[in-house]
C-alpha cells in the first residue's frame, strides 16, 4: 500500500547543490523519521520528529536539515550535497496513540550525489 | 546506549532448508525487539515484535523469533525457505521509552533452488 509516499524515487544531484527529499504520509501518525541505509552499516537516523513542532537530531545530522510541513508531510534537506551522501533514504512513521513502537516505512529515495 | 549485533552478514541457504537468523543485544532492561524484511527496491516490512510475554512470537510469511533474556538474544527461524524468501533482515531494538529503535547492520539472506 501507499500509505507512506516518498519522492523523488531516484535523484542524481551534483556536489553543493541543495536538494529536498519528501514523505508523506496517509497514515495520521503524529511520529515521523529519516533514516539513510548504506551498505553492511543498516539504518542509521538522521532526524526524527514527534509532533509538528517537535524536531530532535538523531545519530547523524551533520549535513541535513528537516521541516515538518504538517503531520503528514516531514521532508530531508541537503544544504550542500556531497559525494558521501549517496544512500538509500528512508522515511517512517509511528503512532504514539498506539504505543508508537512499531514503524511504517516508505520505499525509499536512493540519492546519487557526483 | 543500546547495540544491536548481527554477525552473519551474508546467509546461503538451499530452498527448503531450515533457517536462523542471529540478532544480539547490549542494554540493561527488556527491550522491544523487531524484525523487519527489505525485499530489491522495496521498504521495511515488519516481520514480527516481542515487547512482553511470551517469549516465542510469530509473525508473517511463517517466521517466528524467540526472545531469550539471559542470552540477550532474539534470533529469527523459519523451518523451511522459499526462493521468494532472499532479502535483507534488519534487527531492532527500542528500549521501552524511547520508542527509537536502532538497527542492526542487517543480514542478507541468499536462497539456492
Known amino acids: 500500500d501507499a500509505d507512506v509516499t516518498q519522492t523523488p524515487r531516484n535523484r542524481i544531484t551534483k556536489t553543493g547543490k541543495r536538494i529536498m527529499l519528501e514523505c508523506s504520509q496517509t497514515k495520521g501518525h503524529d511520529r515521523m523519521y529519516w533514516y539513510r541505509q548504506d551498505p553492511g552499516l543498516g539504518l542509521r537516523l538522521i532526524y526524527y520528529?514527534?509532533?509538528?513542532?517537535?524536531?530532535n537530531k538523531g545519530e547523524i545530522s551533520d549535513g541535513y536539515s528537516v521541516s515538518r510541513q504538517a503531520q503528514a508531510k516531514f521532508s530531508l534537506s541537503l544544504e550542500s550535497a556531497i559525494p558521501n551522501q549517496t544512500a538509500l533514504y528512508f522515511c517512517?512513521?509511528?503512532?504514539?496513540?498506539?504505543?508508537?513502537?512499531?514503524?511504517?516505512f516508505g520505499p525509499g529515495t536512493r540519492l546519487t550525489v557526483t | 546506549a543500546q547495540s544491536v549485533t548481527q554477525p552473519d552478514i551474508h546467509i546461503t541457504v538451499s530452498e527448503g532448508a531450515s533457517l536462523e537468523l542471529r540478532c544480539n543485544y547490549s542494554?540493561?532492561?527488556?527491550?522491544?525487539l523487531f524484525w523487519y524484511v527489505q525485499s530489491p527496491g522495496q521498504g521495511l516490512q515488519l516481520l514480527l515484535k516481542y515487547f512482553s510475554g511470551d517469549t516465542l512470537v510469530q509473525g508473517i510469511k511463517g517466521f517466528e523469533a524467540e526472545f531469550k533474556r539471559s542470552q540477550s538474544s532474539f534470533n529469527l527461524r523459519k523451518p523451511s525457505v522459499h526462493w521468494s524468501d532472499a532479502a535483507e533482515y534488519f534487527c531492532a531494538v527500542a528500549p521501552g521509552g524511547s520508542y527509537i529503535p536502532t538497527f542492526g547492520r542487517g543480514t542478507s539472506l541468499i536462497v539456492h533452488p
Open positions: 520528529s514527534f509532533d509538528v513542532k517537535d524536531i
Open positions: 517512517a512513521t509511528s503512532d504514539s496513540g498506539t504505543g508508537a513502537i512499531q514503524q511504517y
Open positions: 542494554y540493561g532492561a527488556t527491550p522491544y
